[in-house]
């Protein structure tokens, strides 16, 4: 069965840096679009930045210039580096696979981590 697991969420002071990871297990042998999606209290569900299997990348305009999505294939995991965190940045990030190809059993599509929270507050 196929997982996402974040980790690396936290309490930081505004200003400051957090690195999120997001493992994904499960005899994998190709993911497609990676990314991360946060949900800050009382509101939608908002991208925050995607990864494609070719390399591409996509930011949301509130994280331009200080967020880095970036992506190792070899041990299936995506990482979100945040720099200059904002109190707006505050919510619950989670990790998405749009497909997953396993080994195993079939493709598994729409995947998604259980999510960590980030608080930024001073």
């Known amino acids: 069965q196929v997982q996402l697991v974040e980790s690396g969420g936290g309490l930081v002071q505004p200003g400051g840096s957090l690195r999120l990871s997001c493992a994904a297990s499960g005899m994998i042998f190709r993911i497609y679009n990676m990314g991360w999606i946060r949900q800050a209290p009382g509101k939608q569900r908002e991208l925050v930045a995607t990864?494609?299997?070719?390399?591409?990348?996509n930011y949301a305009d509130s994280v331009k210039g200080r967020f880095v999505i970036s992506r190792d294939n070899v041990k299936n995991t995506v990482y979100l580096q945040m720099n200059s965190l904002k109190p707006e940045d505050t919510g619950v990030y989670y990790c998405?696979?749009?497909?997953?190809?396993?080994?195993?059993?079939?493709?598994?599509?729409?995947?998604w981590g259980q999510g960590t929270q980030v608080t930024v507050s001073s």
């Open positions: 998405h696979a749009d497909s997953i190809e396993t080994m195993a059993s079939p493709t598994a599509y729409d995947v």
């Open positions: 990864f494609s299997r070719t390399g591409s990348t």
